[in-house]
């Protein structure tokens, strides 16, 4: 079963700050099937970036993802108000099909 | 636009079972297929289960495997997500959601609002 580790658990930062966000999966794959998703309160999750570093519609490009393997990153370069949230990543694969990390908070510091 | 609509919260009894619906729209039913997530109060999100549209074929995580059926019914674009035997710890949000601007294996990129499940005597 492949593990997805995400770290830090939270991050306080400062609008405007950068922001770098870690997972890592227990079972290297040569695919990059990870996605990384915002979920702010009360909503539903929103995909923000797949295949390891390709933007989703509508996903402001100061959103990017980078890695292979077995490391991957989320970079936010300047926090704006509203993506102060939990994000997760996710990684497809054959068990289980959906493996979610245990999200990583962004909190106004 | 493409849109998943959830049924509306419900409340159960211990060893009661739910019944939690999806309906499709502004997309070709059949060309997808269904996952659902849960994510139980101040926790983080867990894949349940996935269902073709197109087939009927199913693939469930281990741990739901002998609680949790999904289903689909063509005719009216609506899956179905029943879970059985209701323990207190299923008390969740229950999400539907699939792929449409990508290939499955890419991610789900269209979400339902969520369904409140609570598991209370």
């Known amino acids: 079963e492949n593990v997805l580790t995400q770290s830090p658990g939270t991050l306080s930062l400062s609008p405007g700050e950068r922001a770098t966000l870690s997972c890592r999966a227990s079972?290297?794959?040569?695919?990059?099937?990870l996605a990384w998703y915002q979920q702010k309160p009360g909503q539903a999750p929103r995909l923000l970036i797949y295949?390891?570093?390709t933007r989703a519609t509508g996903v402001p490009d100061r959103f990017s993802g980078s890695g292979s393997g077995t490391d991957f990153t989320l970079t936010i370069s300047r926090l704006e108000p509203e993506d102060f949230a939990v994000y997760y990543c996710?990684?497809?694969?054959?068990?289980?099909?959906?493996?979610f990390g245990q999200g990583t908070k962004v909190e106004i510091k | 636009q493409v849109q998943l609509v959830q049924s509306g919260s419900e409340v159960k009894k211990p060893g009661a079972s739910v019944k939690v619906s999806c309906k499709a729209s502004?997309?070709?039913?059949?060309?997808?297929?269904i996952s659902w997530v849960r994510q139980a109060p101040g926790q983080g999100l867990e894949w349940m289960g996935s269902?073709?549209?197109?087939?009927?074929?199913?693939n469930y995580a281990q741990k739901f495997q002998d609680r949790v059926t999904l289903t689909t019914d063509t005719s009216t674009s609506t899956a179905y997500m029943e879970v059985r035997s209701l323990r207190s710890d299923d008390t969740a949000v229950y999400f539907c959601?699939?792929?449409?601007?990508?290939?499955?294996?890419?991610?789900?990129?269209?979400w339902g609002q969520g369904t409140t499940v609570t598991v209370s005597s």
């Open positions: 959601a699939s792929y449409y601007r990508i290939s499955y294996y890419y991610g789900l990129d269209v």
């Open positions: 502004g997309y070709t039913f059949t060309t997808y297929a």
């Open positions: 269902i073709s549209a197109h087939n009927a074929n199913t």
């Open positions: 079972q290297g794959e040569s695919n990059n099937y």
């Open positions: 295949g390891a570093s």
């Open positions: 996710q990684h497809y694969g054959s068990s289980p099909l959906y493996a």
